[in-house]
């Protein structure tokens, strides 16, 4: 079944405590991206991949880094959480940047 | 900068009616726009894409029209059903970009 994982899906932690959300696609697409969703803001992406090891940033980046070492993978680190970045996140991948999208189940993320 | 508007106001409707739902973009030529469905704290679902090139496309209860003039997409769905109630995004595409509307609840009750 085509699909795209993440994990964890839910998640407490606490100011400063290093995270890592990890994201999983098996269709074999080039582009994944990272989104957060609040209430009022809708989808704001996070960083974004064109392919293996080539990564740029999206709207709202701060805070955050990706890697893409392998072309199913794209994990989200948190290095130093802050309230602030409590919000659900997202994983999507596609063939093209504007093609369709695919979704991740999301993990929701809460910092204290 | 682009800017995508969907009404943020739910939209309440009984079911069987038809539920219209507006996407309207500025600063802003896509090549072709897509829906979406998001129900409560799931990831979006991919619905329907329609092309510069057509005016309107169809899938089952669901139709989408694309008005380039107007800067405008009009979503419906028809005899809408409880099971229908999500929030519904627009994300205008093309030209290695898409962005996501806020999106539109809308809310069928029987």
């Known amino acids: 079944e085509a699909q795209v994982t993440q994990n964890p899906r839910y998640l407490i932690t606490v100011t400063g405590k290093k995270l890592t959300v990890t994201c999983s696609q098996n269709?074999?697409?080039?582009?994944m991206s990272w989104y957060r969703q609040d209430p009022g803001l809708g989808l704001r992406q996070i960083y974004y991949s064109m392919n293996v090891e080539v990564t740029d940033k999206g709207d709202v980046p701060e805070g955050y880094k990706v890697s893409r070492k392998e072309k199913r993978n794209f994990p989200l680190i948190l290095e130093s959480p802050s309230p602030n970045q409590t919000s659900l996140y997202f994983c999507a991948s596609s063939l093209f940047p504007d093609g369709t999208q695919y979704f991740g189940p999301g993990t929701r993320l809460l910092v204290l | 900068s682009q800017k995508i508007e969907q009404n943020s106001e739910a939209l309440n409707i009984q079911e069987g009616k038809t539920a219209t739902l507006t996407c309207n973009y500025t600063?802003?030529?896509?090549?072709?726009l897509q829906w979406y469905r998001q129900d409560p704290g799931r990831g979006p679902v991919f619905l329907l894409l329609?092309?510069?090139?057509?005016k309107e496309k169809r899938k089952e209860r669901l139709k989408v029209t694309f008005d380039t003039t107007l800067k405008q997409s009009l979503f419906h769905i028809t005899a809408s059903q409880p099971a229908d109630s999500a929030t519904y995004l627009c994300?205008?595409?093309?030209?290695?970009?898409?962005?996501f509307g806020k999106g539109t609840m809308l809310l069928v009750s029987p």
């Open positions: 994300a205008p595409s093309g030209y290695s970009t898409l962005t």
């Open positions: 600063n802003y030529s896509p090549a072709y």
């Open positions: 269709m074999n697409h080039e582009y």
């Open positions: 329609i092309r510069e090139n057509e």
